[in-house]
């Protein structure tokens, strides 16, 4: 188990609350439900295709409910100023996403290039590249390619609405849906 949850010192109700919700999802199997359904041998790495090789950035961690069959998809893009190497799932909502993945949801969480590795629009392409990556390979992990929706926070909403929007006018199906944290 890796996560990190900062706290003001003292907020004894919320650490309270989070423990309590914690355990109940530790205690319900939900925990390992979704943890046993990495996809792939590394860790849930699933690299996506680029257009010259891959970078070390461009994967997603995928995670969903054992059973499943059409789910949607939601994509989960991290901020931290298109440059913060250490966000990938720090500031993840881990215990929402866990949760809509126990509801049917197939969880993607996308790492992207970095600004100091790649310039725009190399993020946004690397998302768009994802989308499609998913898209062709729906069968495999049994999606629906037509319910894929975009929730970023930060960078990563500017990540989001920029490809929800086909910024650069790409011939691809549009994601079904944005949600935009702090963009």
């Not at 989070?18 to 046993?36: H, P, Q, V």
């Not at 298109?82 to 866990?98: C, G, K, M, N």
Request: charged residues 25%; negative net charge; aromatic residues 10%.
């Amino acid at each position: 188990e890796e996560y990190a949850i900062c706290l003001k010192k003292g907020n004894d109700e919320l650490l309270d609350k989070i423990n309590g919700a914690l355990k109940e999802l530790k205690d319900d199997g939900t925990i390992d439900s979704i943890m046993s359904n990495y996809i792939g041998e590394d860790a849930g790495n699933s690299p996506y295709e680029s257009p010259e090789d891959v970078d070390p950035r461009q994967y997603m961690e995928c995670f969903y409910k054992d059973g499943c069959e059409n789910m949607p998809v939601i994509i989960w893009i991290h901020g931290g100023a298109w440059d913060d190497e250490f966000l990938t799932a720090s500031y993840r909502p881990e215990i929402t996403l866990a949760e809509l993945a126990e509801k049917g949801y197939f969880i993607a969480c996308l790492e992207y290039r970095l600004a100091r590795y790649a310039a725009l629009p190399a993020c946004l392409e690397d998302c768009q590249m994802a989308i499609e990556y998913l898209r062709k390979t729906a069968d495999i992990y049994h999606i629906d390619p037509q319910k894929i929706g975009l929730w970023g926070e930060s960078a990563g909403a500017h990540i989001g609405c920029m490809v929800g929007s086909n910024y650069n006018n790409k011939k691809m199906m549009p994601v079904q849906g944005i949600v935009s944290f702090y963009c």
